[in-house]
């Protein structure tokens, strides 16, 4: 299936709407959705909207708050999304830590009692388009056994680095600390995979699989072993232990419909300025980059490629083309927009002009 952004994100507004988020906050939502699967990142896109209204209808999240803050102190910030939409609560702390940063020249805003917020590119690039440079981490629901382990502990754990400025084009770190994030292996399994790549999951017995039957009811694979539950740990410290928030086995999930998320998120934003003039920062990134890229590519490799690369050249690529989405989730988006009372748009099927 087929379909462009444009028509992809009204239809999403429209469906949250019908659920009862107001226009405003489900226009931030559609978009934060939408973004993800124009830069190729269909695990944070439209795929996770039907878990978003069923939250909405079991009344896990509160559609009216946008949080408050805790405290703040010079650069510092402690905000309560009060069990809030993500996307509104991240939306809000990249205000504030935008603020505080051009104040300050560094600032932190950690977040407890949220919800989930899509895929962190998102807002490291709002924080990063202010001329700020943008690290973004939260923790999620515990699908991840620590290293040596084979009980879940910690969720995916994203942490995601951008730049401002022209060096956002040219890098942009999002990276789960697992091998790949929970919703690659979801898509998989929309999409009637029998298998996945090695080293992305294990099953419930805490070992290697490639059945994506298995990894849907097992655990994503940490990052580097050892080193990739050290820093699912990290984040976990900076996002909900310096919070006062939900840790660990405490956090829920949106596939989880009985209770609230309780998400912590941390937002991290440092002025280039204080350092040096933003344009000699620019030049030295393209720079960097352009060293890293000059490497001979190794045998069965076009090209040396860098953090961001891919995400960059499948927006524009799917912003001329569509966005494919799988029969699976296209279905499922359906069956969800009937019971909300909204038509969906046309598609194209893959393959098929016109």
Partial sequence: MIIHAGPLEEFTRRMLEGAGVADAKSRLVARSLVEANL???????????????????????????????????????VYSGDNGIGQVIADVCCDHA???????GLSLVT??????????????????????????????????????????RFGTNPICVALPGAAEDSWLLDMATTTVAMG?????????????????AMNSEGLPTTSTAEA?????????????????????????????????????????????????????????????????????MNRLVSLVKSAPPAPGYGE???????????????SLDGIPLSRGVWEELVKTASTVGVEPPPVQLAGVSG
């Fill in 304 to 318: 040396v490629l860098v953090a961001g690369e891919p995400e960059t050249r499948s927006a524009r690529a799917r």
């Fill in 39 to 77: 830069r190729g990142v269909d695990s944070h896109g439209v795929q996770l909207l039907n878990f978003y209204i069923e939250h909405v209808r079991m009344r896990c999240v509160d559609l009216e708050t946008e949080g408050h803050v805790v405290s703040e102190s010079g650069g510092s910030m």
């Fill in 184 to 200: 690659r292996i979801f898509k998989a399994n929309f999409a009637g995979d029998a298998t996945i790549p090695h080293g992305w």
């Fill in 98 to 104: 935008i603020r505080l940063g051009s104040e300050h």
């Fill in 216 to 284: 849907v009811q097992g655990m994503p694979m940490p990052l580097g072993g050892y080193k990739g539950s050290g820093l699912a740990f990290l984040v976990e410290i900076l996002s909900a232990v310096l919070s006062g928030g939900a840790m660990s086995t405490e956090v829920g999930g949106v596939r989880i419909r009985t209770r609230p998320m309780r998400v912590g998120q941390s937002f991290l934003a440092i002025d280039v300025t204080r350092f040096l003039p933003l344009q000699e920062f620019q030049a030295r």
């Fill in 111 to 152: 977040v407890r009692e949220s919800n989930h917020f899509g895929a962190a590119a998102f807002w490291a690039q709002k924080i990063a388009r202010a001329d700020l440079i943008a690290i973004v981490m939260c923790n999620a629901t515990p699908l991840v056994a620590p290293w040596q382990g084979r009980e879940p």
